[in-house]
């Protein structure tokens, strides 16, 4: 071997010595920008360090994905979509990021490209009883409401201990007027957070519905305790006294309706007389 050759052969390895010391620095780099992302708290703060992380690393697609849900926490959906896609490139058997897109488009308001995340979500994942109840929020805003219970039902099987499950099951069932059943959840609902208000005020709606009165009063007046004082409870209040024939309770509530501004109290204060 010549001189030249051995300085040429020389030179090369060096050459590839440095670049593989210069991947392996920019690699345990990002290993540490990523680590201290994790430790952050304020979502500006992780979004920085995660983004210096992937500076270092554009292939660390756990990175991508960290960020992304901290920039859901700063309401920018758009670049959290952008994120979480670039994981979906790198890792496409990954649930968690046809999740995370799935319910950020859905904050966007996107819901037939939501489900179609949240669909492959639970493709990847059956057990996954955030997917189910995420995607049946879409359905019930697009007015599929068959397929909404199917999925708060799944979401229910998976997760019986989940509140807003059988709370918004018990709505779309009583959009159907299947106010009995509706009944059964907004029970279950109330049962395992009794201090959720809305439980209250929707299953009065439904004993109102059914013409059980003063089960409806009763469920209207721990709404109210509760905090759920709008002119509208009153009002619905009001109704259920009438019907229970306590007509000095219902002018009382559809008055203090009335003062809040609900024309509908004021036009049956007319009609009683007073």
């Known amino acids: 071997?010549?001189?030249?050759?051995?300085?040429?052969?020389?030179?090369?390895?060096?050459?590839?010595?440095?670049?593989a010391f210069l991947l392996l620095s920019g690699c345990q780099s990002a290993e540490r920008y990523y680590t201290r992302a994790l430790g952050a708290k304020d979502p500006e703060v992780k979004i920085e360090l995660f983004t210096k992380a992937i500076e270092q690393d554009p292939e660390m697609a756990i990175a991508y994905l960290g960020r992304g849900k901290a920039l859901i926490d700063t309401g920018r959906y758009e670049d959290a979509v952008d994120d979480f896609s670039a994981y979906i490139r790198m890792r496409p058997e990954s649930a968690?990021?046809?999740?995370?897109?799935?319910?950020?488009?859905?904050?966007?308001?996107?819901?037939?490209?939501?489900?179609?995340?949240?669909?492959?979500?639970?493709?990847?994942?059956?057990?996954?009883?955030?997917a189910f109840y995420t995607r049946g929020t879409c359905y019930e805003f697009i007015g599929k409401l068959e397929n909404a219970a199917f999925d708060y039902t799944r979401a229910i099987e998976l997760d019986p201990d989940n509140v807003y499950a059988y709370f918004n099951r018990g709505k779309v069932l009583a959009m159907g007027e299947r106010h009995e059943e509706a009944i059964l959840d907004y029970t279950a609902a109330i049962e395992l957070d009794p201090e959720f208000s809305p439980s209250y005020y929707?299953?009065?709606?439904?004993?109102?519905?059914?013409?059980?009165?003063?089960?409806?009063?009763?469920?209207?007046?721990?709404?109210?305790?509760?905090?759920?004082?709008?002119?509208?409870?009153?009002?619905?209040?009001?109704?259920?006294?009438?019907?229970m024939g306590d007509d000095a309770a219902a002018a009382a509530d559809f008055r203090t309706a009335c003062d809040g501004g609900d024309e509908r109290a004021c036009e049956a204060l007319m009609d009683m007389g007073l």
């Open 1 to 19: 071997m010549t001189r030249d050759t051995f300085l040429h052969h020389a030179a090369l390895i060096a050459v590839i010595a440095l670049s």
């Open 96 to 130: 968690e990021a046809y999740f995370n897109r799935g319910i950020t488009l859905s904050y966007m308001g996107r819901y037939d490209w939501a489900i179609r995340d949240l669909s492959m979500t639970v493709s990847l994942d059956p057990n996954d009883a955030d």
């Open 202 to 243: 929707n299953r009065a709606q439904s004993n109102l519905a059914l013409g059980l009165y003063a089960d409806a009063a009763s469920d209207f007046t721990t709404a109210i305790e509760l905090g759920l004082g709008l002119p509208d409870s009153y009002y619905f209040r009001g109704l259920a006294y009438r019907g």
